[in-house]
């Protein structure tokens, strides 16, 4: 039940993510971006980004921040290390650690296609450069990275206290990156709001493929 159940909002949330891609590209499309580059849905950007202009505290802050997912994955990774040495075998390496290993690297291709194709730039200069703005990495890591922990930490995790403390630390940082990632004004709203929703299509599957494994 639980497999139809994620399989169906895979789909659901993979046809929602492209439909909002092409609706970037096709609505709304105005050059208000540096050097008159284009962005979907310019009226609302550019209304947030008015109201929300780049902030270089903010921009550290979640820069920053993002460094700490990079432990979670260390983490996880360690546990898949140490399995490995310990039975000489990768097929007798927990199949969930394979699993989240294999949502890193989706995760991974995700980010590096959009680096490819760009849907829009940031609406500041980085550097003096233009830079790919959707969807927000940063809003994709937090996402990715802290809620496949929280899904993870129930299995790897024995103490409950220490996953209790290490839940809560990993729902601060992904609120705080989303939500300051959005403060320190060097992306558009909607990198944001795409971020969130490729996010949910990519959890969607690691939660798919995980009860496929479970049964």
Request: charged letters at 15%; glycine letters at 6%; hydrophobic letters at 50%.
């Amino acid at each position: 039940m639980k497999k139809l159940k994620w399989k169906n909002i895979s789909i659901l949330l993979g046809i929602v993510s492209i439909i909002y891609t092409i609706m970037l590209k096709t609505i709304d499309v105005k050059p208000i971006g540096p050097y008159h580059t284009k962005v979907g849905f310019a009226t609302i950007n550019n209304f947030v980004h008015i109201h929300l202009p780049k902030n270089m505290i903010w921009y550290n802050i979640t820069k920053y921040l993002g460094y700490l997912t990079f432990i979670l994955i260390i983490y996880y990774a360690i546990i898949g290390l140490k399995q490995l040495i310990k039975n000489k075998s990768l097929k007798k390496v927990d199949k969930k650690i394979l699993l989240l290993g294999a949502f890193y690297v989706l995760v991974g291709i995700v980010y590096i296609i959009f680096e490819k194709v760009i849907i829009n730039y940031r609406p500041v200069l980085m550097e003096g450069e233009l830079e790919a703005s959707f969807p927000s990495s940063h809003t994709m890591l937090a996402l990715c990275v802290c809620a496949s922990s929280l899904i993870m930490s129930k299995y790897y995790i024995k103490s409950e206290k220490a996953k209790q403390i290490l839940d809560i630390v990993t729902w601060v940082v992904m609120v705080v990156l989303v939500i300051g990632r959005l403060i320190s004004g060097v992306h558009w709203l909607t990198d944001i709001i795409g971020g969130i929703i490729i996010s949910g299509f990519l959890l969607s599957i690691l939660n798919t493929c995980l009860n496929i494994i479970k049964e």
